[in-house]
Antibody, heavy 122, light 111 residues
Framework: QVQLVESGGGLVKPGGSLRLSCAAS????????MTWIRQTPGKGLEWISY????????FYADSVKGRFTISRDNAKNSLYLQMNSLRAEDTAVYYC???????????????WGQGTLVTVSS | QSVLTQPPSVSAAPGQTVTISCSGS????????VSWYQQFPGTAPKLLIY???KRPSGIPDRFSGSKSGTSATLGITGLQTGDEAHYYC????????????FGGGTKLTVL
């Protein structure tokens, strides 16, 4: 069965960095787009970034562009999110999500990890 | 400020029917598939409806989706107390490149 397990969250000071990881299993990882989505405590969902199966197509939300970097290692079935210059408003639960696409079209998110909490505070 | 607009809350009694709206524009819902996600407190969202009106395996047929123009609707019939959750609509946005977008979420209360 599909499993997505995030790790790497924690408490970090403003301006600091953190790297999130997501270990995927139960499917052919390299066949799928993957996405990071975050949720501020008590608030809604915010899409952050996606990466294609091969890693050659990447897109970011304006709120994180230039600060966050998404990457993947298909040999390790792993997705990553490098977060730099963190701000208080980046405090959220970060979800690793499988992104279902056909060429040129996003369809839906079918599997979500359990999430990892990132807290940015001095 | 979410790209898609949902009512913050809806409520209904057990056994009744409720609908949750999701309003967008011609650059998102108007030309794209809509999906719906259910989230219970402290847990990750779960896919409820995809490609406007399809249900994944295991989702009861009490849940339905539809789309007309630049709006989509989630319907839940025969409400149960276990349906009390947050519901989010999602799609993607042409005017923002290929950004995925969500509604702000709707809290369903089963009275």
């Amino acid at each position: 069965q599909v499993q997505l397990v995030e790790s790497g969250g924690g408490l970090v000071k403003p301006g600091g960095s953190l790297r999130l990881s997501c270990a995927a299993s139960g499917f052919t990882f390299s066949d799928y787009y993957m996405t990071w989505i975050r949720q501020t405590p008590g608030k809604g969902l915010e899409w952050i970034s996606y990466i294609s199966g091969s890693g050659d197509t990447i897109f970011y939300a304006d709120s994180v562009k230039g600060r966050f970097t998404i990457s993947r290692d298909n040999a390790k079935n792993s997705l990553y999110l490098q977060m730099n210059s963190l701000r208080a408003e980046d405090t959220a639960v970060y979800y690793c999500v499988r992104d279902i696409d056909v060429p040129g079209t996003f369809l839906y998110f079918d599997f979500w990890g359990q999430g990892t909490l990132v807290t940015v505070s001095s | 400020q979410s790209v898609l607009t949902q009512p913050p809350s809806v409520s209904a009694a057990p056994g009744q029917t409720v609908t949750i709206s999701c309003s967008g524009s011609s650059s998102n819902i108007g030309k794209k598939y809509v999906s719906w996600y259910q989230q219970f407190p402290g847990t990750a969202p779960k896919l409820l409806i995809y490609e406007n009106d399809k249900r994944p395996s295991g989702i009861p047929d009490r849940f339905s989706g539809s789309k007309s123009g630049t709006s989509a609707t989630l319907g839940i019939t025969g409400l149960q107390t276990g349906d009390e959750a947050h519901y989010y609509c999602g799609t993607w946005e042409d005017s923002l490149g290929a950004a995925r977008v969500f509604g702000g979420g709707t809290k369903l209360t089963v009275l």
